[in-house]
């Protein structure tokens, strides 16, 4: 029987010829068979349990073109044993796009060392309104900041020839409507709000794309050809595959081939043989198919071809060195949102006793229990962390707070409290219907009423209190924050967490994350939501572009967060070239102790003849200083990240008007220093 020369080393040239070859050789059965995730429910059958092997689909065994193999993300592998890290939200807090490479390249390799090479933790959803189950999942509220982050973790995972997927395409950020909402949204906000950050990773080499569940102006994401082929694969000029999301994500055989949906996942319903049919009835082209088929060809044999830098033994999956990135990670990633009287660090030596309260304080709790579950063992708890770093020094009494008057008593009686409250997989989390727990969605944004109980009795009694929330995105806190003197966003934090954690408690690590979305004071200040809504509107505002434009004064504004040391900055200056702008300030450490500043620049459109944002984020940089240390800090904007897109003409425009350079701490103007630049 004859079989392509498929090996490893291949080039383009020689994988499209091998294509082509392919092409012309394949039954029409062969092409459709390819279109589609095989064996899925076999597999199931046989484990009892979801997401602990890669799961098949495309591969035409006998030319020897081999299948791609799924698994999902993205806060770790989701098979068994793989490092399980803070969830990408967390992640989007520490502003390190470096490191976020290098977690990228960790999950490549723990995916190749489990026979995977796709991988579908890639999401870059935005979030518009923290209520959104899966806001975990994605790393925060702005288009630039999420598209920086997306392309970052694609760059390792693909430096590993795994197959990185960005999810899900497009306009999905409600979780328990997701199999029926209709998004409607205008153009403007569309290209520049809801598509920049796929673009970036397109642009960025991302292989694949899985589409979303949502409709998009009346039709399904995995039949949209608007989304699809117009956009994705003709202006952006993606030459991967799109692969549909795993339930219902296509719904008809002639529509998604139509719209361009190259993959049915995880199995073939309407693809398979109803696609079969549908050609040879001429209801489907042939070319439709064959385009579809040499995606999928091409695109696995780029990846599985190209010569691997690495071995992929199975004691790389969740090894020392990667667990203790995990926990470089999560202390990169808490933040600092309050601190009275410097309250934090607490110092070992001034304390006898610490009492560590809250449903939370020993619960292993790394977020999610979807699809992005990453079945781990060895975590970390707050308590356990917190018992790891005192030792014998510091007696810890841990309490649940499940009788408050006990847990007041307790907080009495010892030298400093941590409250540990927030979320669990049951608040939040992925709405898979019969079998979640909860909605997905949160209907509330405060804290439960016992965690609040909770916080009264404890400050009542004791001063020396710091509240550690946990959780995946914004919860409003106006009813208790001015009665607690420290306050610490701690989130999902992965396996390592509690260690993280006690680090940052008592000061062998300066907290340095800081928020990639707004906290809001009050419900009312976000965009319109509602978890069973059948048709939403999605406006060009959320977030601080909103709070900015109505001038709310929000609780926390995004990009903020507090350091145990100080920083200042000094002389703002511009440079233009041709092609960009490149903005130089000089940061200096004023405290005591060694830190990280994460730099933040924003360009302000005030002058702007259309309606746009006060101001748009626009660069970012992270800081190591010293005290007194300064260090001139350099970010450069590309001229055309100026643009706004011009709907009536479809392109976007740079406009020659004066804009505003804001570059410092957080969004907050207090917070920035400013200068002018036309262009
Ligand atoms: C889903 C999710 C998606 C995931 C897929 C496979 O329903 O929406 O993110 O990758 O299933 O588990």
């Given at each position: 029987?004859?079989?392509l ?21 394949m ?8 279109m ?5 429910y ?18 035409v ?33 520490s ?11 960790i ?80 153009e ?25 569940y ?45 719209g ?41 044999l780029?990846?599985t071809t ?24 999560a ?10 009287d ?41 308590l ?57 969605d ?11 109980k ?8 004791n ?56 906290i ?16 939403i ?67 302000g459109?005030e ?7 006060i ?33 009536d ?23 920035l ?7």
């Amino acid at each position: 029987m004859y079989k392509l020369n498929i090996r490893k080393g291949m080039t383009e040239e020689e994988i499209d010829v091998a294509v082509n070859q392919a092409l012309n050789m394949m039954t029409l059965k062969e092409k459709v068979a390819t279109m589609s995730g095989n064996n899925f429910y076999l597999l199931l059958l046989k484990d009892h349990k979801f997401g602990v092997r890669a799961y098949p689909g495309g591969g035409v065994k006998r030319l020897n073109i081999p299948p791609f193999l799924f698994t999902d993300g993205p806060k770790g592998v989701s098979i068994p044993g793989s490092t399980c890290f803070p969830v990408p939200m967390a992640r989007g807090a520490s502003w390190d796009i470096l490191l976020e490479e290098k977690i990228g390249e960790i999950m490549g390799k723990e995916a190749r060392a489990q026979g995977a090479n796709l991988f579908g933790g890639v999401c870059i959803n935005l979030l518009r309104h923290p209520a959104w189950g899966r806001a975990q999942e994605t790393f925060g509220e702005d288009p630039f900041h999420i598209g920086e982050f997306g392309a970052a973790i694609i760059r390792g995972v693909q430096k590993h020839n795994v197959m990185a997927t960005v999810k899900h395409y497009a306009a999905n950020s409600i979780e328990y409507s997701r199999f029926k909402v209709n998004v409607q949204i205008s153009e403007r906000t569309l290209r520049e709000v809801y598509l920049p950050h796929f673009k970036r990773c397109i642009e960025d080499g991302c292989a694949t794309v899985m589409s979303a569940y949502n409709k998009v102006r009346g039709e399904y994401c995995g039949h949209n050809s608007y989304l699809l082929r117009d956009i994705l694969k003709g202006e952006w000029g993606f030459d991967g595959f799109v692969h549909s999301d795993w339930m219902n994500g296509l719904r008809d055989t002639i529509k998604g081939i139509s719209g361009g949906l190259d993959v049915e996942m995880p199995r073939a319903k309407y693809y398979g043989r109803k696609l079969e049919k549908a050609v040879k009835l001429g209801k489907v082209p042939l070319n439709l198919v064959d385009d579809s088929v040499r995606r999928i060809l091409r695109t696995t044999l780029k990846f599985t071809t190209k010569e691997d830098p690495l071995k992929y033994d199975s004691d790389v999956i969740g090894c020392d060195d990667h667990v203790k990135l995990a926990r470089e990670v999560a202390e990169k990633s808490m933040v600092l949102l309050k601190n009275q009287d410097k309250l934090l660090p607490f110092n070992m030596d001034e304390i006898d006793t610490i009492a560590v309260l809250g449903h939370l304080a020993d619960k292993k709790n790394t977020g999610d229990h979807g699809s992005s579950h990453v079945r781990q063992k060895n975590i970390i708890t707050p308590l356990q962390g917190i018992k790891n770093s005192v030792g014998n020094k510091v007696n810890v009494i841990h309490n649940e707070g499940n009788d408050i008057d006990i847990a007041q008593q307790i907080a009495q009686s010892v030298d400093s409290v941590v409250v540990i409250v927030g979320y669990t997989s049951k608040d939040e989390g992925e709405y898979i219907p019969h079998i979640s727990k909860g909605l997905g969605d949160r209907t509330n944004l405060t804290l439960k009423e016992d965690d609040i109980k909770l916080i009264d009795a404890v400050t009542k009694v004791n001063k020396k209190c710091v509240v550690v929330l946990v959780g995946g995105s914004a919860i409003i806190m106006e009813e208790w924050k001015g009665k607690v003197p420290s306050i610490l966003m701690a989130w999902y934090s992965g396996m390592e967490g509690g260690n993280a954690l006690a680090n940052i408690l008592f000061g062998k690590v300066n907290p340095s994350g800081k928020l990639p979305f707004t906290i809001p004071k009050d419900q009312a200040h976000l965009p319109y939501f509602d978890i069973y809504i059948d048709e939403i509107e999605y406006g060009y505002y959320h977030g601080y572009t909103l709070m900015e434009k109505e001038n709310i004064d929000p609780a926390f504004p995004f990009g903020f967060g507090l350091s145990y040391t100080e920083y200042s900055y000094k002389n703002i200056r511009v440079e233009s070239t041709d092609e960009k702008i490149i903005v130089n300030v000089d940061v200096s450490n004023i405290g005591a102790i060694a830190g990280e500043e994460i730099v933040q620049l924003y360009v302000g459109f005030e002058n702007s003849s259309v309606d746009r944002p006060i101001k748009l984020l626009r660069g970012f940089k992270r800081v190591s200083l010293n005290p007194n240390e300064t260090k001139t800090v350099s970010i450069e904007v590309k001229k055309k990240d100026f643009a706004w897109y011009n709907p009536d003409n479809r392109v976007w425009e740079v406009e020659n008007i004066e804009y505003a350079i804001y570059i410092g701490s957080s969004s907050k103007n207090e917070d920035l220093l400013t200068t002018q630049i036309s262009l």
